[in-house]
């Protein structure tokens, strides 16, 4: 697998992973008040999801989420050229599965689960100042700069993973 391969393979997973999580919310509630609990934890519930969505606002996640696709199918253009030809419907693949519009009720309803929304409404406030949105300028590249450094040092080191692997397996191999 070429290393630009694989840095592709890696920030899509990278992506990815987070994003297949699925907030839940779950109450087991006996007695007779249990209706009013559940229509607290409900309004609570909404109350949360509302904030994380004007959170996930403020932070420009949807520019971002755009900008990650178009990065994804650049890196697997260069990994693999011949598939210049069929750019769009490499984009329009990526965006289907990991763009804004197929993640946001996910993403936000882990934020939810994560955060009170209290704590949403004080990131929000954090997310509108200069040094937020400075932030969340930056998070893009920081994210990518952070996945460069752990690939170059895992491939500095990737000898003695294979020399490792072969060893344990001739171990393995032996006790057969």
């Known amino acids: 697998m070429s290393k630009k391969t694989s840095i592709a393979l890696l920030l899509a997973i990278t992506f990815a992973l987070p994003f297949t999580l699925h907030a839940k919310c779950r109450a087991d509630i006996k007695g007779p008040s249990a209706s009013k ?22 932070m420009n996640m949807k520019e971002s989420y755009e900008g990650m696709i178009k990065r994804i199918t650049q890196m697997q253009i260069q990994a693999n050229p011949q598939l210049k030809a069929i750019e769009p ?11 804004w519009e197929a993640q946001r009720g996910d993403i936000a309803a882990l934020y939810a689960k994560n955060y ?12 509108q100042t200069p040094l ?9 590249q920081l994210a990518a700069a952070s996945a460069q450094i752990g690939q170059s040092k895992m ?7 294979k020399a490792m692997i072969e060893s344990e397996l001739k171990k393995v191999s032996a006790k057969k």
């Not at 609990?37 to 403020?58: D, I, M, P, R």
């Open 37 to 58: 609990v559940a229509v607290k934890t409900t309004v609570s519930a909404h109350a949360a999801n509302s904030a994380a969505y004007t959170l996930l606002a403020t």
């Open 89 to 99: 419907t490499i984009h329009a693949f990526f965006t289907k599965y990991m763009g």
């Open 116 to 127: 009170t929304t209290e704590e949403l409404k004080e990131l929000n406030k954090f997310y």
């Open 132 to 140: 937020g949105q400075k932030t969340v300028q930056l998070m893009p």
């Open 155 to 161: 491939m500095a080191h990737m000898p003695e993973m």
